[in-house]
DNA sequence: GTCCCGATGTATCGGCTCGATACATCGCAA
DNA sequence: TTGCGATGTATCGAGCCGATACATCGGGAC
């Protein structure tokens, strides 16, 4: 899955480990807080190593921050990295199906067809349905044998899981009548009945 | 994590692997789909090791499914075990505070004190509320650098912030008033304020 | 002026966890 | 009677995380 989300990162822009971290962070910070290095860098090793992605040279310097030339290793994606990458973004298994498959599937979405996108989004709904069903079960049949704490926690469980289903079908609903970029038509992002921090001068 | 888990289990009745995973599956149900063997039977040896846990007699079969004595390893809780287990569940460090850590400390939440509950909740709020401004930040600073795809993404994980930090504000309001087990007052899954877990024939 | 801290940057190590796999027994149905 | 699914214990390889080490740079405190 990092390997994916590696190879997508980069055909995008050369980059080196930190910056990959960042970028890792912000696009899928959705699933998990930030990728660390001790997974990143190995498997930067690994991608090299088979061929994926190789070694850019420093000497122009695309990326403007920094400066000077220190250790930096600045990655670029190579042709048979392009394909591998095209392979893993429609080649589906049941780890597509969780939440970081998903996520990184998910992120990359605009990179490939119609059909591939419908079917990760059914697969993921499938996979929802499964965990709500379980819920839903256990809510029923073993209420009385759980405590309240237990049994809240499956609720707020259940309930995401039906809100995640109510999404997917959404998308899935776009995704069949052509609309293919999903969203909501709003065009803000802040219904937001309150005042949470979203007023900026 | 799995640790607290298996000696909260333990706690309540002695078991063997396959049924802890089974009971692991149903209670925590919430976070992740069920702990698998390669985990699981290690584990149990390490803490059998550290003398947390020990095997009961076969002898007697408290467990009624099950006929003839294979390999089958019941466990039971040492009293060291029950000290660890009271440590661990009022112990809090960061990893409390993500999916997999507050699932369980919440699960045995009716085992512990106000005190220790309104920590974790609050960890837990201080947490998710992170998350949540990161995911504010990226969308309304880093808008137009995502695609439409990665940006729905973020919607719906940001819905999701939102809506557990409420969840749990609702939950710290009921701890600080006094009415413990938290719930929705409907009566649909029974209140139960007056049955702790203490019935045993 | 200098000294220390935080950001930038690469890298390794131990330990937990998963998925796959192997092996063995039991009850039941084709 | 054959064989399949549930029950049950156990190991192995590989991925991933958190902690740690090491090194440079810019800027603010003193």
């Known amino acids: 899955m990092l390997e994916l989300a590696i190879l997508g990162l980069l055909q995008e822009a050369p980059m080196h480990g930190y910056e990959l971290r960042k970028e890792l962070a ?47 290793v600045v990655y670029k994606i190579t042709a048979e990295g392009k ?58 049949r073993a209420a009385d044998r759980l405590d309240a704490y237990t049994l809240e926690l499956q609720r707020h469980g259940l309930d995401a899981c039906e809100r995640e289903v109510r999404w997917l079908e959404e998308l899935i609903t776009n995704e069949r009548s052509g609309r293919t970029p999903a969203f909501r038509n709003r065009a803000e992002i802040t219904p937001e009945p309150p005042r949470p921090q979203s007023d900026r001068p």
Chains 1, 2 share one sequence.
Do not use: C
Request: aromatic share 8%; proline share 4%; charged share 30%.
């Open 83 to 140: 394909e591998r990458f095209a392979d893993l973004l429609t080649q589906t298994g049941p780890e597509t199906y969780d939440d970081a498959g998903f996520g990184v599937h998910f992120t990359f979405f605009s990179r490939t067809d119609r059909a591939t996108r419908l079917r990760i989004l059914e697969g993921r709904r499938r996979r929802v349905e499964e965990r709500r069903e379980g819920l839903r079960e256990v809510l029923s």
């Open 26 to 72: 912000t696009k899928l910070g959705t699933l998990r807080a930030a990728i660390s290095y001790g997974t990143l860098y190995p498997t930067l090793k690994r991608l090299k190593l088979a061929g994926w992605i190789s070694e850019a040279e420093t000497s122009n310097d695309i990326i403007p921050p920094m400066t000077s030339k220190r250790g930096r």
